[in-house]
C-alpha cells in the first residue's frame, strides 16, 4: 500500500513528537517558577523575548546540518540537550545569568526538535495524501496543548515545580526513545541534487506566498497563546480552560475525521473558509460576555487552526526541492517564534492604548487581510497540475 500513511517510521516520529510535545508544553507554567524566583513581568517577558531570539537564531544550522547530513543527528542532539537542559533547571536557584543561559539552550534545542520532526514526517509521507498526513502528525502537537495545562496544574498542586521538570525531562526521555529506531532520511544527492542552501529557500519566488501567510497566521496566534490568560484576569468574563478545550478539541477531531477533506476538494477551497471562521472566533472573543461565546470562539480558532498549519506545510514541501525541505521546513517553523516576537509587543501597545476588544478586533481584520494578500499573490505562481492544487 504505497499510499499508507500509518507506516511504521510515521507512529515512531509521531511518539517522538508527542511526547517531546507534552515535555515542551508542560513549560506553559514556567513564568510560575520565574515569578517565584522574584523576576518581574517584564523581566519574564524579556527571558521568553531572548528564547524566542534563540530559536530563531538556530534555525538556519538546524536546516543545513538536516540537509547535508540527515536529520536523525539533529533529532538525537536535541533530545540529548533538551533533557539536560531540563535537568539543568533543577540547580537554579534565583534568576540571573544561569537561568537565561538553561533556558535559551532549551529553547534551542526545541527549535532543532520541531523542525526536525516535522522534516522527518514531511519525508515519510505519500505525496497523495501529504495533507492528510500533516494533519494527523500534527495532532501529536494540538494533544499536549489539550493536556499540558491540567497536567501542570496537577503536578504543582500536590508536589511543587522540581516535579514538574522531573515529570518534563521523563517526557523527553521517551521522546528520544521512540525516536532510537528511526532509519535516517538523508537525501540522496545523486538522485535529488545538492541543497542550495538556507537564503535560497527564504526568498523563493514560490515559496514567498506561502511564508507571507504562515508568518500572518504566527502573528495572530499571540493573541490568544499570549494574552487570552490575563484578558480573562482582567475582564472576569470566559475561562482559558474552556477556549483551549474547544480549540484544541476541534483541531484535533478536523484532521482526524476530515484531515483528507483539502486533497479531495482543493487546498484553498478549504483554506479560506478556515480562515474566515478563524477571524470571526476572533472576533467572538473581543464581544464575548459569557462562557459560551468563548467555546464557540475556540471551536472556529481550532477550524481554523486544524486546517491551514497541514496546508501550509504541504505547500512547503512541494514548494521546496527534497534537497533543501530540511533547510524549508527549519524557515517555516521559525516563522512561528518570528510571529510571537513580533506580536508580542504590538499587540501589547494595542492592549496597553486601546484594550482587548481592539487588539482582538485588530488581529481579526489581519488575518483576513492577510489572506486576500496572499490569494492575489499565489496567483502568481503557477501550480503543477495535481488534484491537491485544486482552485
Known amino acids: ?103 535559551l539552550v532549551q529553547a534551542m534545542a526545541q527549535a532543532a526538535l520541531f523542525s526536525a520532526f516535522f522534516t522527518y514526517g514531511a519525508d515519510v509521507l505519500p505525496e497523495s495524501r501529504r495533507i492528510q498526513g500533516f494533519a494527523l502528525f500534527g495532532v501529536s502537537g494540538l494533544l499536549p496543548l489539550a493536556v499540558a495545562g491540567v497536567l501542570g496544574d496537577v503536578i504543582l498542586a500536590i508536589a511543587g515545580f522540581r516535579e514538574l521538570f522531573l515529570v518534563a525531562a521523563g517526557f523527553a526521555l521517551l521522546s528520544l526513545l521512540f525516536s532510537l529506531p528511526l532509519p535516517e532520511r538523508k537525501p540522496d544527492a545523486t538522485t535529488v541534487g545538492l541543497p542550495l542552501g538556507f537564503m535560497s529557500v527564504v526568498v523563493s519566488r514560490r515559496l514567498g506566498p506561502i511564508w507571507f501567510m504562515a508568518g500572518g497566521f504566527a502573528y495572530v496566534l499571540t493573541a490568544y497563546f499570549v494574552f487570552l490568560r490575563t484578558y480573562v484576569d482582567e475582564t472576569g468574563i470566559g475561562s482559558v480552560g474552556l477556549f483551549f478545550g474547544a480549540y484544541a478539541l476541534t483541531a484535533v477531531l478536523i484532521r482526524i475525521v476530515a484531515g483528507w477533506l483539502p486533497e479531495r476538494v482543493g487546498r484553498k477551497r478549504v483554506l479560506f473558509p478556515s480562515m474566515g471562521a478563524f477571524a470571526v472566533g476572533l472576533v467572538l472573543l473581543a464581544v464575548a460576555q459569557a462562557n459560551p461565546a468563548f467555546v464557540v470562539a475556540g471551536v472556529l480558532c481550532g477550524l481554523g487552526h486544524g486546517y491551514a498549519f497541514p496546508i501550509l506545510s504541504s505547500y512547503v514541501v512541494e514548494r521546496s526541492t527534497p534537497a533543501d525541505r530540511g533547510s524549508a521546513m527549519s524557515f517555516f517553523t521559525s516563522l512561528f517564534d518570528i510571529g510571537l516576537l513580533l506580536a508580542g509587543p504590538t499587540l501589547g501597545v494595542i492592549i496597553t492604548v486601546n484594550g482587548y476588544t481592539a487588539m482582538f478586533l485588530f488581529s481579526a481584520a489581519l488575518i483576513i487581510a492577510v489572506t486576500i494578500i496572499f490569494a492575489a499573490w499565489d496567483r502568481t505562481v503557477p501550480e503543477p497540475a495535481t488534484s491537491a492544487s485544486k482552485i
Open 1 to 103: 500500500m504505497p499510499d499508507r500513511v500509518l507506516t511504521r517510521d510515521f507512529v515512531l516520529v509521531w511518539m517522538a513528537s508527542f511526547f517531546d510535545g507534552l515535555s515542551w508544553t508542560l513549560f506553559i507554567h514556567l513564568p510560575g517558577f520565574v515569578s517565584d524566583l522574584g523576576a518581574s513581568e517584564a523581566q519574564i517577558g524579556l527571558l521568553f523575548g531572548a528564547s524566542a531570539v534563540a530559536a530563531i537564531a538556530i534555525r538556519p544550522t538546524v536546516g543545513r546540518v538536516m540537509d547535508h547530513y540527515g536529520r536523525m543527528p539533529v533529532i538525537y542532539m536535541g533530545n540529548a540537550v533538551n533533557i539536560a537542559a531540563i535537568l539543568l533547571l533543577l540547580t537554579v536557584s534565583t534568576f540571573g545569568p544561569w537561568l537565561y543561559v538553561v533556558k
